[in-house]
């Protein structure tokens, strides 16, 4: 099964016709690979790197990115079970991010560093789902 890395085309467009003034969370569901797969040609190639290495450095390399932009980390959790649902939609990484727009969010992706730096995101990632959200004020019970 060939997993969820990149947003497709039909998705991507449909992203940038919403709003892009207003702030935006974006939910990140993911599943990192045993091994990073790192395309020849990369620094990385071929080097005992796992999935999650490769992501924390997808982290840690697009952080200044990310806080220069206004984006800020909200939520993150520790996934343990999957109660309700497809048991092989466990996941390792569970967070939400937020952008003052979704302006801002494509900023990120355009950037030119950001660009580089997003092949360890590419090389760590087995599966993914990335779910843009208006952030409301949560009500009294479930949902409100």
Request: charged share 25%; no cysteine; glycine share 10%.
């Amino acid at each position: 099964m060939s997993g969820y890395i990149d947003p497709d085309r039909q998705a991507w467009e449909l992203f940038k016709s919403l709003p892009r003034d207003q702030p935006i969370q974006m939910l990140n569901l993911v599943r990192v690979r045993a091994k990073a797969d790192y395309p020849e040609g990369h620094p990385d190639h071929g080097k005992d790197i796992s999935g999650l290495e490769a992501y924390r450095a997808y982290g840690a390399t697009t952080a200044p990115i990310f806080k220069r932009l206004g984006g800020r980390q909200v939520w993150a959790g520790k996934p343990q079970v999957m109660v309700t649902g497809p048991q092989d939609e466990a996941w390792d990484l569970a967070f939400i991010a937020e952008y003052p727009s979704s302006e801002a969010f494509m900023a990120m992706v355009r950037d030119p560093d950001y660009r580089g730096f997003v092949q360890h995101r590419t090389a760590a990632v087995a599966d993914s789902r990335l779910l843009r959200l208006e952030p409301v004020e949560p009500g009294e019970g479930f949902g409100e």
